[in-house]
């Protein structure tokens, strides 16, 4: 299992106080784990950018989950690493890099589609910061999940994606 560790060298995100950016790759995928302490407690966001081999088109950006702990990131950084299709992970639906502007970490929210055949999770930005909205889509059918915290939200989807794996006589 590959951990998430800070990087020993120099790194534009250490001056969040305890809050740091860590990075591991593997051939196919680039994952990075931002910490951050918000109001709403320890948050540990997981994003994976998946390595193009042709290097004149777009990296595509995934979120893999929001935790409270860091444990539960590299659980489901070993789960991704073993067989992909097992993290529901997010293409962002609004791409964005990792980065510090006047001081202040920017980051990728919780949002976006995961989309495997006809079956889909949709998590949505709400008029609340903290809360997404959640909706499971197969073929022309859609399920409303709730509206859930980053990290409860993230919970949510993966316990429904793994049920619903465990069922199905083709995985």
Not at 147 to 153: K, L, N, Q, R
């Amino acid at each position: 299992m590959s951990k998430l560790i800070p990087p020993v060298v120099e790194n534009p995100f250490q001056p969040f106080g305890s809050s740091y950016f860590g990075e591991v790759a593997t051939d196919t995928f680039l994952y990075r784990l931002l910490h951050l302490s918000l109001d709403a407690g320890e948050r540990w966001y997981l994003y994976a950018t998946r390595i193009q081999e042709d290097k004149s088109t777009d990296a595509v950006e995934y979120v893999l989950g929001v935790f409270d702990n860091i444990g539960q990131a590299e659980y489901f950084l070993m789960l991704h690493q073993g067989n992909e299709l097992k993290i529901p992970a997010l293409r962002l639906a609004q791409p964005a890099v990792l980065r510090v502007e006047a001081g202040v970490p920017c980051y990728p929210l919780y949002a976006g589609v995961y989309r495997v055949g006809f079956k889909s999770y949709v998590v949505a930005k709400t008029d609340d910061p903290e809360v997404r909205s959640v909706n499971y889509v197969q073929s022309y059918k859609t399920q409303y999940l709730g509206e859930f915290e980053e990290v409860e939200c993230c919970l949510a989807i993966y316990t429904h994606f793994d049920t619903r794996l465990r069922g199905c006589s083709m995985c």
